[in-house]
Each structure stands twice: as C-alpha cells, then as structure tokens.
C-alpha cells in the first residue's frame, strides 16, 4: 500500500494508512503487506520514503 503526501514526512503517510485501516481491505490476503510512505518536498524537490512491513 502506498501513501503520497507533499510537505509533510513519511512518517506521516504510514500513520495515514494505519489510521485509516486501509490495509483493512485486504484482510484475506495471506501474503505480506508493505506498507509505502512517500514525501516530497516542494521546496527542495527531494523525497523521502519509509518502507514497513505489516
């Protein structure tokens, strides 16, 4: 699963995706789940990215 935000942090994007249980729709699959926070920042034009498996 994979969040996108702008001007926040990646940490931000995987608390999203907790929150907001999204991974909820994918209750019967059996394999695993990755969760994809992603960050870019305007101003500098760099991202960041935070991979977590659940």
């Known amino acids: 699963m ?4 702008a ?3 990646a940490e931000t994007a995987i ?3 907790k929150e907001r249980r999204y991974a909820g729709a ?7 789940i990755i969760l ?3 960050n870019y920042d305007k101003a500098s034009k760099k ?3 935070l ?3 659940i």
């Not at 994918?26 to 695993?32: C, D, E, F, R, W």
């Open 36 to 38: 994809v926070g992603i």
């Open 26 to 32: 994918l209750q019967h699959y059996k394999g695993a």
């Open 15 to 17: 608390r999203q995706i």
């Open 51 to 53: 991979i977590e498996k």
């Open 7 to 9: 001007d926040k942090d």
């Open 2 to 5: 994979v969040e996108l935000k």
């Open 47 to 49: 991202h960041t990215c």
